[in-house]
């Protein structure tokens, strides 16, 4: 899934400074603009996977809690500030973010990238290739990395729209993302070949709030161990269950 990149000195102070909230009430920061893991409905309201996931996770940890949406570029920033709590927006752990923030366990199993190009377009190099994929992820480092040419955008719908008007040949992003996209878009295809970057998503919280992040890993494993996270899995067709 999506993979900030955040390696700032100052950064890693403001997230060792920061200090606990009392969290009588807990706000769940996302990006809102990543279906199928979080989107905003027709009512404006967050929606998707990860509003189902962390309303049941907030029941079973008895904590009341409310939604906070912000960009996904300065999601990670904005949790060390303390403009909410938690982040539960479709992030993957990865050493560099658990140099900044903390994660719980695991609420997804990795979720493979794939490239989607416009039809016809099939036989892409893609070493050769203009890429398209969201700024600080880390699809956008992987693209960098293997050398093909990297274009990046601030939301995951203009990367899309990148290979629709030819900015791009192709974009990298979370398979889970894509497959709708293509598939309800005749000028759209998914590639066969996949990437898998990441590992699991978990949700991030500051390095301080160790209580907090206590009650939420108790309340993942308890949804891993009656099979109710495998449940949700598979009504939002995530991926792979546990």
């Known amino acids: 899934m999506k993979r900030l990149l955040i390696g700032t000195a100052a950064l890693a102070m403001s997230a060792t400074l920061a200090m606990a909230a009392s969290h009588s009430v807990v706000r ?11 989107f905003l409905n027709d009512k404006g309201e967050v929606d998707g996977f990860e509003r ?47 140099e900044v923030i903390d994660f719980t366990q695991n609420y997804t199993q990795p979720d493979p990238s794939a490239y989607v190009v416009k039809a016809g377009n099939e036989g892409l190099d893609i070493k050769g290739a203009v ?29 899309v729209a990148a290979v629709k008007n030819g900015e791009a040949d192709a974009v990298l992003a979370d398979k889970t993302f894509l497959t709708p996209i293509a598939e309800q878009d005749a000028d759209l295809v998914l590639l066969e070949q996949e990437e898998l970057i990441g590992g699991g998503i978990g949700m991030g919280l500051r390095e301080s709030d160790t209580e907090l992040k206590a009650k939420f890993d108790a309340a993942i494993q308890s949804m891993k161990d009656d099979g109710s996270l495998n449940a949700l899995i598979q009504k939002w067709e995530i991926g792979a269950t546990f």
């Open 131 to 159: 890429i398209a994929a969201q700024t600080n992820t880390i699809q956008a480092a992987f693209v960098a990395e293997m050398g093909a040419t990297l274009v990046e955008f601030a939301t995951p719908d203009e990367t």
């Open 28 to 38: 769940m920061g996302t990006e809102g603009a990543y279906p199928p893991y979080n």
């Open 52 to 98: 189902e996931l962390g309303d049941e996770l907030c029941e079973r940890a008895e904590l009341t809690c409310e939604w906070v949406t912000n960009e996904w570029d300065s999601i990670i920033p904005n949790l060390v500030s303390g403009n909410y709590d938690t982040i539960i927006a479709g992030m993957s752990i990865t050493a560099e973010r658990d």
